[in-house]
């Protein structure tokens, strides 16, 4: 239900721009621009750990492919039944360009197969991940800017002056086409812009861990699982306020249910690795 109102967020007319017969997309854009970010500040706390500069772009190699990997194997586990139904066609979990990235599957099996890569060059992993945290969490937060330009992952309608317009947008031929489509001016709804809420968030972790870690030289891994507690917690409470279809399991949407358990993790693992001997490069 429209209400009019003084002040609202509007959302971008398009996502993707065609140059010629190739598509490019905002939010592909926005998460090669999280990942330059992230890799640039990780090489630079990397390196006053004394680490190399090389071994933080062996690892970008290895992370970012088994990222996207990570990421949609996490979607399409989360919410299966959008793939696999009586009307579903399975090749579509294929389809990484229709949109599903799962930010947690992303992480963690990047950071398993970095941790391979530095197992084999015997490196220890704790430096690295210490240094990559805020780097990583910052990417995050550039990432969710992509869902900005697809109209998607918002919260419930409300008429806040933040509130974020969605538009009706329509293919070359006329038809409803919500991620590739151009805006038709019409407002759908104003909701809750959950993406800004853990945009900001993220940028807030980011800042956090940089203070934690200059106040406390943190290390052993610590850093990292303040970045997984510190992230989780957000995303627990954003989880709340969204209205996108997601699977319930426990009449809990599942990020919810993993966010709580990733807190948990985070906050367990900070404290144990406390009582470890310190960890160098």
Same mark, same amino acid.
């Given at each position: 239900?429209? @209400?009019?109102?003084?002040?609202?967020?509007?959302?971008?007319?398009?996502?993707?721009?065609?140059?010629?017969?190739?598509?490019?997309?905002?939010?592909?854009? #926005?998460? *090669?621009?999280?990942?330059?970010?992230?890799? &640039?500040? /990780?090489?630079?706390?990397? @390196?006053?750990?004394?680490?190399?500069?090389?071994?933080?772009?062996?690892?970008?190699?290895?992370?970012?492919?088994?990222? $996207?990997?990570?990421?949609?194997?996490?979607?399409?586990?989360?919410?299966?039944?959008?793939?696999?139904?009586?009307?579903?066609?399975?090749? =579509?979990?294929?389809?990484?360009?229709?949109?599903?990235?799962?930010?947690?599957?992303?992480?963690?099996?990047?950071?398993?197969? @970095?941790? %391979?890569?530095?197992? $084999?060059?015997? !490196?220890?992993?704790?430096?690295?991940?210490?240094?990559?945290?805020?780097? *990583? %969490? !910052?990417?995050?937060?550039?990432?969710?800017?992509?869902? &900005?330009? +697809?109209?998607?992952?918002?919260?419930?309608?409300?008429?806040?002056? &933040?509130?974020?317009? $969605?538009?009706?947008?329509?293919?070359?031929?006329?038809?409803?086409?919500?991620?590739?489509?151009?805006? /038709?001016?019409?407002?759908?709804?104003?909701?809750?812009? /959950?993406?800004?809420?853990? !945009?900001? &968030?993220? %940028?807030? @972790? #980011?800042?956090?861990?940089?203070?934690?870690?200059?106040?406390?030289?943190?290390? +052993?891994?610590?850093?990292?699982?303040?970045?997984?507690?510190?992230?989780?917690?957000?995303?627990?409470?954003?989880?709340?306020?969204?209205? =996108?279809?997601?699977? $319930?399991?426990?009449?809990?949407?599942? +990020?919810?249910?993993?966010?709580?358990?990733?807190?948990?993790?985070?906050?367990?693992?900070?404290?144990?690795?406390?009582?470890?001997?310190? /960890?160098?490069?």
């Amino acid at each position: 239900m429209m @209400v009019d109102q003084l002040a609202a967020i509007p959302s971008p007319p398009q996502g993707v721009w065609y140059l010629g017969p190739i598509p490019i997309r905002a939010y592909a854009l #926005c998460i *090669i621009v999280g990942i330059f970010v992230a890799v &640039w500040l /990780t090489r630079r706390r990397y @390196v006053a750990r004394g680490g190399s500069a090389d071994v933080v772009m062996d690892a970008a190699m290895v992370a970012v492919p088994a990222g $996207i990997i990570g990421g949609r194997l996490y979607h399409v586990a989360t919410d299966y039944d959008k793939y696999f139904c009586a009307t579903c066609n399975p090749v =579509d979990a294929l389809k990484i360009t229709n949109g599903g990235l799962g930010i947690m599957g992303a992480v963690a099996l990047g950071v398993a197969a @970095v941790a %391979v890569m530095m197992r $084999i060059k015997g !490196l220890k992993l704790a430096p690295l991940a210490d240094a990559a945290a805020p780097g *990583i %969490v !910052l990417a995050q937060g550039i990432g969710r800017l992509g869902n &900005w330009f +697809n109209q998607e992952l918002y919260g419930r309608e409300t008429t806040v002056p &933040w509130a974020l317009e $969605i538009y009706y947008r329509v293919d070359a031929d006329g038809k409803f086409a919500p991620l590739t489509g151009y805006s /038709t001016g019409e407002v759908m709804a104003t909701v809750h812009p /959950t993406f800004l809420y853990e !945009l900001l &968030w993220n %940028v807030g @972790v #980011c800042l956090f861990l940089l203070w934690a870690d200059r106040k406390f030289e943190l290390s +052993n891994g610590r850093v990292f699982a303040l970045y997984v507690a510190s992230y989780a917690l957000g995303r627990f409470f954003i989880e709340f306020m969204r209205t =996108d279809a997601a699977t $319930i399991v426990l009449g809990l949407r599942i +990020n919810t249910i993993t966010s709580a358990a990733l807190l948990l993790g985070g906050i367990v693992a900070f404290f144990l690795m406390k009582r470890q001997r310190e /960890t160098k490069v």
